[in-house]
T-cell receptor, first 113, second 114 residues
């Protein structure tokens, strides 16, 4: 059974600071996703990571993937209040009848002014 | 506008009364799936569908049914809802699961079973 664990689950940080969210998964996967969810809203796709060493950046967020360590990171640079949200990683594995997606528990990020 | 539409947004019902949550996408996506979101548990997959008439169980399928008679629609059926199915439900779709494309999510259905 695939397990996906995020760390930390809750993160409170000040504007301007840097921090990293970690996503560990327990079995070989062919892709990893990061999503953002604002309170009371749906999920929005941030990144799709396909291969070992993949790095993607969008604004103050940068995601990377190490398939050998089964680890993805979401790095936040110079945080701003607008980044306050819950961030989920999700790991895809292929089964006999198609791919299944397993989500981590989510990291609730609060950026304080 | 490309979107995944779920209805209703909010639903309060009683134990045992059959209900259906509808999901429709207008992007010609092959892959559709249902998730439930509970505090501290993230999102857990209930069922998914690779294409018309092709469905399979996710991690928590007990108490749920789905059907995929048309490409655009993927309803979630609770034949006899129970209080432990009180949750926030999301429908999602993507072009096809073998592709790079991420999931597009609906706005969610908050279900309360009393």
């Amino acid at each position: 059974e695939l397990k996906v664990e995020q760390n930390p689950l809750f993160l409170s940080m000040q504007e301007g600071k840097n921090y990293t969210i970690y996503c560990n998964y327990s079995t070989t996967s062919d892709r990893l996703y990061w999503y953002r969810q604002d309170p009371g809203k749906s999920l929005e796709s941030l990144f799709v990571l396909l291969s070992n060493g993949a790095v993607k950046q969008e604004g103050r967020l940068m995601a990377s993937l190490d398939t050998k360590a089964r680890l993805s990171t979401l790095h936040i640079t110079a945080a701003v209040h607008d980044l306050s949200a819950t961030y989920f990683c999700a790991v895809s594995i292929r089964g006999t009848s198609g791919s299944r997606l397993t989500f981590g528990e989510g990291t609730q990020l609060t950026v304080n002014p | 506008e490309a979107q995944v539409t779920q209805n209703p947004r909010y639903l309060i019902t009683v134990t045992g009364k059959k209900l259906t949550v509808t999901c429709s996408q207008n992007m010609n996506h092959e892959y559709m799936s249902w998730y439930r979101q509970d505090p501290g548990l993230g999102l857990r997959q209930i069922y998914y569908s690779m294409n018309v008439e092709v469905t399979d169980k996710g991690d928590v399928p007990e108490g749920y049914k789905v059907s995929r008679k048309e490409k655009r629609n993927f309803p979630l059926i609770l034949e006899s809802p129970s209080p432990n199915q009180t949750s926030l439900y999301f429908c999602a779709s993507s072009l096809y699961q073998g592709a790079v494309s991420p999931l597009h999510f609906g706005n969610g259905t908050r279900l309360t079973v009393t």
